[in-house]
């Protein structure tokens, strides 16, 4: 009695800074991290990693520890012991980046956005231009970022042309999968993140694009030990070194956390129950609807694609215009009153109760709706619907 009510409090609460207090969830993560090695493409699915509490953070465990192997020096001695060091991004990065270039001290402005094409890809020669630019001005480049998977587009960067970039001026290549990672599970899809496995390190989240409940992400890197190098402090009561068992186990210290929440538990059930097969079914039945929304609007009278082509993910960017905006002439007060349609919209979906998808504008575009999909359990029916939603609620505006 008292282990069954004892069980449950543990699954959820349990904590894993070390193998003694937690093993099974240790081992659960560690073939788990192995294997999301192997599928990057890393040899026997060598390296290291961790689940962190998000892609953000994930994100920023690659900024330290990209600074970790090029400037050791700075974890003891701070930030005066390192040259200004720059960071490369695309610009239609996350914020997660700028976040992370302020949080740990490089400042935001040493934060360089990449440009990128129509369809939101870092264009490989301005990351080239900018590189010599910095070096220029006497900075010191450290990091690119590329994106498997952008946020709003769903863009893939072109991953070895970067990493070529990134090979000639000896830079850490990250490649932040957090939205696109998944797609690596799918035979299909999964040429459009080629080049991964030459990054130095990868995020990768089980919770967007695989369904996975809240919170479960992965940092994964290339190079073991950099980790552990860059985090580690051994605490004295914790990470004992004279334990009967391994304790390379102990992987708790190359964490920035202290206690850590089990994420691994929920992941590895699904993937024992699904199979590599069913996440791909997965992931190749949400990009399929996907292109049946792309297909269904890309002529249809009242709509406009927010960049030609079918999307790489399954984000869908498009405005809708109301009756009295087509044929109006392009100019400002067309602009105006369409960046404004999105917001009515999905405020009368809203208020209808019957669906919500989410808008934004994206440099010079005013708001457009950007549709994603990543529910295996939508229908084409779901897609009708909301295509009648828009319409209904929009047509009259
Ligand atoms: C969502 C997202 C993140 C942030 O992930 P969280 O788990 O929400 O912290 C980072 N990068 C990309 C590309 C994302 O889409
Ligand atoms: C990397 O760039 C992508 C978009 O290009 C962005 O979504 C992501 O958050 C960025 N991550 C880091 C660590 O820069």
Not at 258 to 267: A, L, P, Q, S, T
Not at 268 to 287: S, Y
Not at 290 to 306: A, C, F, P, T
Not at 327 to 342: F, I, N, Q, W
């Amino acid at each position: 009695m008292c282990r069954a009510v004892l069980l449950l409090p543990l699954i959820l609460i349990s904590t894993k800074f070390t193998y003694e207090i937690a093993p099974v969830f240790v081992l659960m993560e560690q073939l788990t991290l192995k294997k999301m090695r192997e599928m990057v493409g890393w040899p026997n699915g060598e390296g290291d990693g961790l689940f962190s509490p998000g892609g953000a953070i994930s994100n920023m465990y690659s900024v330290m520890i990209a600074r970790y192997k090029y400037f050791p020096e700075v974890k003891a001695k701070g930030m005066s012991a390192a040259p200004r060091l720059v960071l490369f991004t695309s610009e239609h990065s996350h914020y997660s980046i700028k976040k992370a270039g302020a949080a740990l001290g490089f400042g935001s402005e040493n934060v360089i956005l990449l440009s990128t094409d129509e369809r939101g890809r870092v264009i490989p020669a301005d990351l080239e231009a900018k590189i010599i630019d910095a070096k220029q001005k006497g900075c010191v480049p450290l990091f690119v970022n590329a994106t498997g998977g952008s946020t709003v587009y769903g863009a893939f960067d072109p991953i070895n042309e970067i990493a070529d970039i990134c090979e000639k001026y000896n830079l850490w290549l990250h490649v932040d999968g957090a939205w696109g990672g998944g797609l690596l599970m799918s035979r299909k899809h999964r040429h459009k993140l080629d080049g991964i496995e030459r990054a130095n390190s990868v995020t990768w989240n089980p919770h967007k694009m695989m369904g996975v409940p809240l919170q479960c992400s992965a940092i994964l890197v290339r190079e073991k030990g950099v980790l552990a190098g860059c985090n580690s402090m051994c605490a004295g009561y914790l990470f004992q070194p004279d334990k009967q068992y391994d304790v390379t186990y102990d992987t708790g210290d190359m964490a920035i956390q202290c206690g850590r929440h089990v994420d691994i538990f929920k992941f590895w059930l699904m993937w024992k129950a699904k199979g590599t097969i069913g996440f791909e079914q997965h992931i190749d039945k949400c990009l399929d609807l996907s292109q049946y929304l792309y297909n269904k609007i890309k002529d249809r009278e009242g709509y406009q694609m927010v960049f030609d082509g079918v999307p790489q993910h399954t984000n869908v960017c498009f405005w809708y215009l109301p009756l009295s905006l087509r044929g109006m002439p392009e100019g400002a007060e067309r602009r105006e009153k369409l960046h404004r349609v999105a917001p009515k919209i999905k405020a009368l979906m809203m208020e209808s109760g019957t669906t919500m998808v989410g808008y934004q504008p994206q440099g010079q575009k005013v708001n457009f709706f950007r549709m994603v999909v990543s529910n295996p359990a939508a229908t084409q029916s779901d897609i009708d619907f909301l295509i009648d939603e828009i319409e209904r609620l929009g047509h009259d505006l």
